[in-house]
T-cell receptor, first 112, second 114 residues
Framework: GENVEQHPSTLSVQEGDSAVIKCTYSDSASNYFPWYKQELGKRPQLIIDIRSNVGEKKDQRIAVTLNKTAKHFSLHITETQPEDSAVYFCAACPAGFQKLVFGTGTRLLVSP | DGGITQSPKYLFRKEGQNVTLSCEQNLNHDAMYWYRQDPGQGLRLIYYSQIVNDFQKGDIAEGYSVSREKKESFPLTVTSAQKNPTAFYLC?????????????FGPGTRLTVL
Protein backbone atom coordinates (compact mmCIF):
# COMPACT_ATOMS: atom_id res chain seq x y z
CA GLY A 1 0.00 0.00 0.00
CA GLU A 2 0.86 3.67 -0.11
CA ASN A 3 3.45 5.04 2.31
CA VAL A 4 4.09 8.76 2.83
CA GLU A 5 7.19 10.15 4.50
CA GLN A 6 7.42 13.78 5.61
CA HIS A 7 10.42 15.93 6.55
CA PRO A 8 11.41 17.74 8.62
CA SER A 9 9.47 16.90 11.75
CA THR A 10 10.07 20.39 13.15
CA LEU A 11 10.99 23.62 11.40
CA SER A 12 11.79 26.96 12.99
CA VAL A 13 12.04 30.12 10.89
CA GLN A 14 12.10 33.86 11.44
CA GLU A 15 9.13 35.93 10.37
CA GLY A 16 9.48 36.86 6.71
CA ASP A 17 11.62 33.85 5.82
CA SER A 18 10.45 31.04 3.55
CA ALA A 19 9.60 27.54 4.77
CA VAL A 20 9.73 24.31 2.77
CA ILE A 21 8.26 20.97 3.82
CA LYS A 22 8.91 17.86 1.74
CA CYS A 23 7.02 14.58 1.33
CA THR A 24 7.74 11.41 -0.60
CA TYR A 25 5.24 8.73 -1.56
CA SER A 26 5.64 5.14 -2.67
CA ASP A 27 2.65 4.39 -4.93
CA SER A 28 3.28 5.79 -8.39
CA ALA A 29 -0.47 5.50 -9.12
CA SER A 30 -1.39 8.07 -6.43
CA ASN A 31 -3.04 11.03 -8.08
CA TYR A 32 -4.08 13.55 -5.44
CA PHE A 33 -1.86 15.30 -2.90
CA PRO A 34 -3.39 17.65 -0.31
CA TRP A 35 -1.76 19.66 2.45
CA TYR A 36 -3.54 20.26 5.77
CA LYS A 37 -2.80 22.77 8.50
CA GLN A 38 -3.67 21.95 12.09
CA GLU A 39 -3.47 24.62 14.76
CA LEU A 40 -3.10 23.55 18.35
CA GLY A 41 -6.24 21.81 19.61
CA LYS A 42 -8.12 22.34 16.36
CA ARG A 43 -9.15 20.26 13.38
CA PRO A 44 -6.97 19.87 10.27
CA GLN A 45 -7.96 22.20 7.44
CA LEU A 46 -7.06 21.94 3.79
CA ILE A 47 -4.76 24.74 2.65
CA ILE A 48 -3.79 23.60 -0.84
CA ASP A 49 -3.86 20.48 -2.99
CA ILE A 50 -2.46 19.30 -6.31
CA ARG A 51 -3.35 16.56 -8.76
CA SER A 52 -0.94 14.38 -10.67
CA ASN A 53 -1.55 16.13 -13.98
CA VAL A 54 -0.17 19.42 -12.60
CA GLY A 55 3.42 20.25 -11.62
CA GLU A 56 2.87 23.34 -9.50
CA LYS A 57 0.02 25.25 -7.89
CA LYS A 58 0.07 28.58 -6.07
CA ASP A 59 -2.32 30.36 -3.74
CA GLN A 60 -0.98 33.70 -2.48
CA ARG A 61 1.96 32.88 -0.16
CA ILE A 62 1.53 29.12 -0.46
CA ALA A 63 2.67 26.87 -3.28
CA VAL A 64 2.92 23.15 -3.84
CA THR A 65 5.20 21.40 -6.34
CA LEU A 66 4.95 17.82 -7.52
CA ASN A 67 7.66 15.68 -9.10
CA LYS A 68 5.97 12.47 -10.29
CA THR A 69 9.19 10.91 -11.53
CA ALA A 70 10.87 11.22 -8.16
CA LYS A 71 7.58 10.68 -6.31
CA HIS A 72 7.88 13.69 -4.07
CA PHE A 73 5.94 16.87 -3.45
CA SER A 74 6.69 19.95 -1.41
CA LEU A 75 4.90 22.79 0.35
CA HIS A 76 6.44 26.24 0.06
CA ILE A 77 5.39 29.11 2.30
CA THR A 78 6.87 32.53 1.53
CA GLU A 79 6.96 35.61 3.77
CA THR A 80 6.06 33.54 6.81
CA GLN A 81 4.02 35.11 9.59
CA PRO A 82 3.55 34.05 13.24
CA GLU A 83 0.02 32.87 12.42
CA ASP A 84 1.55 30.30 10.06
CA SER A 85 2.78 28.46 13.16
CA ALA A 86 1.01 25.09 13.20
CA VAL A 87 1.45 21.44 12.30
CA TYR A 88 1.32 20.74 8.58
CA PHE A 89 0.40 17.33 7.14
CA CYS A 90 0.87 16.09 3.63
CA ALA A 91 -1.18 13.22 2.23
CA ALA A 92 -1.53 11.09 -0.87
CA CYS A 93 -4.59 9.44 -2.37
CA PRO A 94 -3.97 6.11 -4.09
CA ALA A 95 -5.71 5.86 -7.45
CA GLY A 96 -9.03 4.09 -7.26
CA PHE A 97 -9.44 4.73 -3.54
CA GLN A 98 -11.39 7.43 -1.76
CA LYS A 99 -8.99 7.56 1.17
CA LEU A 100 -5.88 9.51 2.16
CA VAL A 101 -2.56 8.31 3.54
CA PHE A 102 -0.99 10.99 5.73
CA GLY A 103 2.58 11.91 6.53
CA THR A 104 3.63 12.23 10.17
CA GLY A 105 3.46 16.02 10.22
CA THR A 106 5.80 19.00 10.46
CA ARG A 107 5.60 21.42 13.34
CA LEU A 108 6.35 24.89 11.96
CA LEU A 109 7.29 27.66 14.36
CA VAL A 110 7.54 31.21 13.03
CA SER A 111 9.27 33.57 15.42
CA PRO A 112 8.55 37.32 15.31
CA ASP B 1 -16.49 25.31 10.93
CA GLY B 2 -19.95 23.85 10.59
CA GLY B 3 -21.04 20.79 8.67
CA ILE B 4 -19.41 17.96 10.59
CA THR B 5 -19.68 17.55 14.34
CA GLN B 6 -18.25 15.18 16.90
CA SER B 7 -19.32 14.53 20.44
CA PRO B 8 -18.27 14.56 23.14
CA LYS B 9 -15.20 16.81 23.00
CA TYR B 10 -13.59 15.02 25.94
CA LEU B 11 -14.29 11.46 27.05
CA PHE B 12 -12.96 9.46 29.95
CA ARG B 13 -13.23 5.70 30.14
CA LYS B 14 -12.24 3.05 32.58
CA GLU B 15 -10.22 0.11 31.36
CA GLY B 16 -12.42 -2.73 30.11
CA GLN B 17 -15.30 -0.49 29.03
CA ASN B 18 -16.53 0.03 25.50
CA VAL B 19 -17.22 3.61 24.45
CA THR B 20 -18.90 5.10 21.38
CA LEU B 21 -17.82 8.32 19.70
CA SER B 22 -20.37 10.23 17.66
CA CYS B 23 -19.82 11.77 14.23
CA GLU B 24 -22.55 13.58 12.29
CA GLN B 25 -22.42 15.54 9.03
CA ASN B 26 -25.01 17.63 7.20
CA LEU B 27 -22.93 18.11 4.05
CA ASN B 28 -24.70 15.31 2.17
CA HIS B 29 -21.35 13.57 1.77
CA ASP B 30 -21.26 9.91 0.83
CA ALA B 31 -17.87 9.05 2.33
CA MET B 32 -16.92 9.21 5.99
CA TYR B 33 -13.70 8.37 7.83
CA TRP B 34 -12.29 7.83 11.31
CA TYR B 35 -8.69 8.68 12.16
CA ARG B 36 -6.64 8.33 15.25
CA GLN B 37 -4.02 10.99 16.02
CA ASP B 38 -1.10 10.35 18.35
CA PRO B 39 1.85 12.71 18.92
CA GLY B 40 4.49 12.29 16.22
CA GLN B 41 2.47 9.76 14.23
CA GLY B 42 0.18 11.89 12.13
CA LEU B 43 -3.30 10.68 11.26
CA ARG B 44 -3.89 6.96 10.95
CA LEU B 45 -7.00 5.60 9.30
CA ILE B 46 -9.18 3.33 11.45
CA TYR B 47 -12.26 2.74 9.27
CA TYR B 48 -13.92 4.38 6.32
CA SER B 49 -17.26 4.16 4.60
CA GLN B 50 -17.96 5.13 1.01
CA ILE B 51 -21.69 4.51 1.11
CA VAL B 52 -24.47 3.73 3.57
CA ASN B 53 -24.44 0.19 4.95
CA ASP B 54 -20.87 -0.42 3.79
CA PHE B 55 -17.49 0.21 5.40
CA GLN B 56 -13.88 -0.96 5.12
CA LYS B 57 -11.04 -1.42 7.56
CA GLY B 58 -8.24 1.09 7.54
CA ASP B 59 -4.70 0.58 8.72
CA ILE B 60 -5.42 0.21 12.45
CA ALA B 61 -8.92 -1.30 12.73
CA GLU B 62 -8.17 -3.82 15.48
CA GLY B 63 -10.13 -3.06 18.65
CA TYR B 64 -12.56 -0.71 16.88
CA SER B 65 -15.96 -1.14 15.26
CA VAL B 66 -18.23 1.14 13.21
CA SER B 67 -21.66 1.24 11.66
CA ARG B 68 -23.14 3.27 8.83
CA GLU B 69 -26.90 2.95 9.03
CA LYS B 70 -27.55 6.55 7.95
CA LYS B 71 -25.75 8.73 5.45
CA GLU B 72 -25.17 11.50 7.98
CA SER B 73 -23.88 9.36 10.85
CA PHE B 74 -20.76 7.21 11.33
CA PRO B 75 -20.26 6.28 15.01
CA LEU B 76 -17.05 4.65 16.20
CA THR B 77 -16.95 2.18 19.09
CA VAL B 78 -13.68 1.74 20.93
CA THR B 79 -13.84 -1.71 22.46
CA SER B 80 -12.00 -3.14 25.42
CA ALA B 81 -9.88 -5.08 22.92
CA GLN B 82 -8.09 -1.86 21.92
CA LYS B 83 -4.90 -2.02 23.96
CA ASN B 84 -3.94 1.64 23.94
CA PRO B 85 -7.07 3.69 23.24
CA THR B 86 -5.97 7.03 24.72
CA ALA B 87 -5.73 9.35 21.71
CA PHE B 88 -7.34 12.17 19.77
CA TYR B 89 -9.99 10.84 17.36
CA LEU B 90 -10.94 12.73 14.23
CA CYS B 91 -13.89 12.08 11.97
CA UNK B 92 -13.94 13.34 8.38
CA UNK B 93 -16.22 13.30 5.37
CA UNK B 94 -15.87 13.83 1.65
CA UNK B 95 -18.31 13.99 -1.24
CA UNK B 96 -17.24 10.51 -2.35
CA UNK B 97 -17.51 11.39 -6.01
CA UNK B 98 -14.75 10.20 -8.32
CA UNK B 99 -12.09 12.89 -8.58
CA UNK B 100 -13.36 14.86 -5.57
CA UNK B 101 -11.05 13.91 -2.75
CA UNK B 102 -11.02 16.77 -0.25
CA UNK B 103 -11.85 15.64 3.25
CA UNK B 104 -13.51 17.88 5.83
CA PHE B 105 -12.70 17.20 9.46
CA GLY B 106 -14.76 17.40 12.61
CA PRO B 107 -13.41 19.07 15.77
CA GLY B 108 -12.28 15.77 17.31
CA THR B 109 -12.84 13.80 20.51
CA ARG B 110 -10.06 13.36 23.02
CA LEU B 111 -10.39 9.97 24.70
CA THR B 112 -8.55 9.22 27.92
CA VAL B 113 -8.52 5.80 29.51
CA LEU B 114 -8.15 5.95 33.27
Amino acid sequence: GENVEQHPSTLSVQEGDSAVIKCTYSDSASNYFPWYKQELGKRPQLIIDIRSNVGEKKDQRIAVTLNKTAKHFSLHITETQPEDSAVYFCAACPAGFQKLVFGTGTRLLVSP
Amino acid sequence: DGGITQSPKYLFRKEGQNVTLSCEQNLNHDAMYWYRQDPGQGLRLIYYSQIVNDFQKGDIAEGYSVSREKKESFPLTVTSAQKNPTAFYLCASSPGLAGVNEQFFGPGTRLTVL
